[in-house]
């Protein structure tokens, strides 16, 4: 799994790019990749999202 807070654009192979939460796409080297965190039972979780558009669609599951 890829640390949430790296730097996704460096040398990140496919296989272990994030995948956008809404749509399901593969996150490799995106400009537009935008992410989510928060903290439910002590635990953080944390979504990702390929471009703004995806991020507004995302249903909320928290």
Do not use: K, Y
């Amino acid at each position: 799994m890829v640390d949430p807070t790296s730097d996704l654009e460096a040398d990140v192979a496919p296989e272990d790019a994030p995948t956008c939460a809404t749509c399901g796409e593969t996150i490799v080297n995106a400009a537009t990749h935008r992410a989510v965190t928060w903290i439910e039972d002590e635990t953080v979780r944390h979504r990702h999202f390929c471009d703004d558009d995806c991020r507004d669609a995302w249903d909320d599951e928290r």
